[in-house]
T-cell receptor, first 115, second 112 residues
C-alpha cells in the first residue's frame, strides 16, 4: 500500500530555533500534501495544502512566514517551523491522497517540543 | 453548524458488543466518505471508504451511507479492546473534492 514516510518522529528544540519536518511519498507521486497540527486530545487542524511546484495554500489564521512549506518534488514536502516558541509544541502530521478520490495516507507524525 | 459532526463520546462498550459510530455532514453534494482510526499518540489510518448509498463490509467493520439523510456510520462487530481508539469521519465536499473535511472524532473504549 501507499506509504508516507515522515521524519523526524520526535524533536526537542530550543525556543527561537527552526525545525524542519520532511514527508516523502515512498511508492507513489504526491502532487498535493496536507499538513495538520494536533494538540493533545484535540481534533486534527489543517494548516496548509502544499502543491508540487507552486506555493502552498494556508488555512485562515496560520502564519505562512512562521510555517514554511516547500513541495519541491512529487515525492517530498517539507514544513519548517521558524523561530519556534513553546506554544508551537504539538503533533504535526502530513498526509497525501493516492488517486483522485481515495482517502488519505498519513505520515507517522512528528512530536515537536519547544523548550 | 460544523461541516462534519460526530458525537465526541466517549463511547464505551463491552468486549464482544457492537460499537456504533455516527457522523453527519452538511454538504449535500459530497461524494466520498471515509473512516479513520487514530490510536492515542499515533497518526490516523484509513480503515473504510464508502462512495455509494448502502452498506460496505470489511471484516468486522461495516460502513453505512445514507446520502438523503446526509449520514454515515461505522459499525464494529465483536468489539475488541484493541479497537479502543478515536474514530474520525471525513467527507470530501462537492466544492473541493480534493480536500477532506474531518469531524472532531469519537473516542471508543472497549472494556474487557
Amino acid at each position: 500500500g501507499a506509504v508516507v514516510s515522515q521524519h523526524p518522529s520526535r524533536v526537542i528544540c530550543k525556543s527561537g530555533t527552526s525545525v524542519k519536518i520532511e514527508c516523502r511519498s515512498l511508492d507513489f507521486q504526491a502532487t498535493t500534501m496536507f499538513w495538520y497540527r494536533q494538540f493533545p486530545k484535540q481534533s486534527l487542524m489543517l494548516m496548509a495544502t502544499s502543491n508540487e511546484g507552486s506555493k502552498a495554500t494556508y488555512e485562515q489564521g496560520v502564519e505562512k512566514d512562521k510555517f514554511l512549506i516547500n513541495h519541491a518534488s512529487l515525492t517530498l514536502s517539507t514544513l519548517t517551523v521558524t523561530s519556534a516558541h513553546p506554544e508551537d509544541s504539538s503533533f504535526y502530521i502530513c498526509s497525501a491522497r493516492v488517486g483522485t478520490a481515495g482517502g488519505y495516507t498519513f505520515g507517522s507524525g512528528t512530536r515537536l517540543t519547544v523548550v | 453548524q460544523k461541516e462534519v459532526e460526530q458525537n465526541s463520546g466517549p463511547l464505551s462498550v463491552p468486549e464482544g458488543a457492537i460499537a456504533s459510530l455516527n457522523c453527519t455532514y452538511s454538504d449535500r453534494g459530497s461524494q466520498s466518505f471515509f473512516w479513520y482510526r487514530q490510536y492515542s499518540g499515533k497518526s490516523p489510518e484509513l480503515i473504510m471508504s464508502i462512495y455509494s448509498n448502502g452498506d460496505k463490509e470489511d471484516g468486522r467493520f461495516t460502513a453505512q451511507l445514507n446520502k438523503a439523510s446526509q449520514y454515515v456510520s461505522l459499525l464494529i462487530r465483536d468489539s475488541q479492546p484493541s479497537d479502543s481508539a478515536t474514530y474520525l469521519c471525513a467527507v470530501n465536499p462537492y466544492t473541493n473534492a480534493g480536500k477532506s473535511t474531518f469531524g472532531d472524532g469519537t473516542t471508543l473504549t472497549v472494556k474487557p
